[in-house]
């Protein structure tokens, strides 16, 4: 049931820091910090490409997992929406795997995309919640999320339980490959470790967004920024509002923005930056001030010297102080105030927050 909440998605969102902690068991060693991943898996030291494929939400995990992939384990990452991929003509080649991302292992696109995979020879691996599904019957090796059952019809603990387990995934291809060190494999996992407590720190805050959430209420359109491994949040931030509040949204990588996206803003389209205290802070934050000095509307989200550096306190329409992250984990920690400001405008705009128009929770048609 829901508990005390109102909503399965409050719940589902609420309960990350928890069911991230399970998946997360799942593949470390917290005593040795060491990952290990399932037995008769891929093994990423014969891999020369890896391809990426899901649909909606689980794709955004994924093109997270790309920027992992190629930093932690120095391995090439291709990655397309099921519904394309399943229909290119790929040239797969020996030394490619394949990795599918999927909640339900139902979605009729993915299915037919790992299938098609499968049957050109290539190796497939399958991140699943539901195991006992089509997916996990044709898929050479599982990777288990443990999420638990999701309710709500958009996704949120799925989403960052996939993300925990594609860190550790990309981890442990790292260690496999001979990109990372015994010593960077045992940093990573430490910060991995402390994930759950600043996604349940961030939880507790929820009335702060929720007071943000009402500045997005009365708007028809929003944007949303992040670079690096923040720009594929921006997506999923996207997504998760236009899907429960109906009010239409798009993500952008925050330098993509002067090639044409800039010309939407004026004050009545609200910004959400998305702006972990990382490598690209500054050139984050300079494309908020282009922002704002066109008129329009930003709500940062960045740590509370992030929002100091960003002397933008005056101009901003508001402001979310987030807890320091590693920062290429920060997609796990930034998912829970995208989630909550979508959650809440839903819940102000009087939408059916667990079961939004037009949407099914599995999509198995095509
Ligand atoms: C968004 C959402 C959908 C799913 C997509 C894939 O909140 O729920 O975009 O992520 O339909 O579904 P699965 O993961 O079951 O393959």
């Not at 044409?260 to 050139?283: M, R, S, T, Y």
């Not at 001030?289 to 550096?309: D, N, P, Q, Y």
């Not at 667990?354 to 949407?359: E, K, S, V, Y």
Request: charged residues 25%; contains cysteine.
């Amino acid at each position: 049931g829901k508990g005390r909440h109102r909503h399965f998605m409050a719940k589902e969102i609420e309960e990350q820091a928890e069911v991230v902690s399970h998946a997360l068991a799942t593949y470390l060693l917290p005593a040795e910090g060491k990952i290990e991943l399932p037995e008769g898996g891929i093994d990423f030291s014969k891999v020369s490409r890896l391809t990426i494929s899901a649909c909606g939400t689980a794709f955004y995990a994924g093109l997270i997992a790309k920027y992992w992939l190629e930093s932690w384990a120095r391995l090439p990452v291709e990655i397309d929406i099921a519904s394309e991929l399943r229909y290119r003509d790929v040239p797969y080649q020996k030394g490619d795997s394949a990795l599918f991302i999927s909640q339900s292992g139902e979605t009729a696109d993915t299915l037919a995309a790992m299938r098609h995979a499968k049957a050109s020879g290539v190796k497939v691996g399958a991140i699943l919640n539901v195991v006992e599904s089509s997916m996990a019957r044709d898929a050479d090796a599982i990777y288990p999320i443990k999420a638990g059952p999701e309710i709500g019809v958009a996704s949120t603990k799925a989403f960052t339980c996939q993300l925990a387990t594609l860190a550790c995934i990309a981890i442990a291809a790292g260690r496999q490959r001979g990109h990372l060190t015994e010593a960077d494999e045992k940093r990573l996992v430490h910060e991995l470790l402390k994930i759950p407590r600043l996604m349940a720190d961030v939880s507790s805050k929820e009335r702060d967004l929720e007071q943000l959430a009402l500045d997005l209420v009365p708007a028809s359109d929003v944007i949303y920024l992040g670079r690096g491994v923040s720009f594929p949040l921006a997506l999923e931030g996207a997504l998760k509002l236009k899907e429960i509040s109906y009010i239409h949204a798009e993500g952008y990588a925050a330098g993509e923005l002067k090639h044409g996206p800039i010309a939407l803003i004026d004050e009545h389209v609200p910004v959400v930056v998305i702006a972990p205290d990382d490598q690209h802070f500054e050139k984050t934050v300079s494309n908020m001030h282009e922002v704002i000095a066109r008129g329009g509307k930003c709500i940062l989200l960045s740590t509370s010297e992030g929002l100091e550096k960003a002397r933008a306190d005056d101009e901003l329409l508001g402001s979310f102080a987030m807890p320091s992250v590693e920062p290429m984990l920060a997609p796990l920690v930034y998912a829970v105030p995208i989630q909550l400001l979508a959650y809440y405008t839903a819940v102000h705009k009087g939408t059916d927050v667990d079961q939004p128009r037009n949407l099914a929770k599995s999509v198995t048609v095509e």
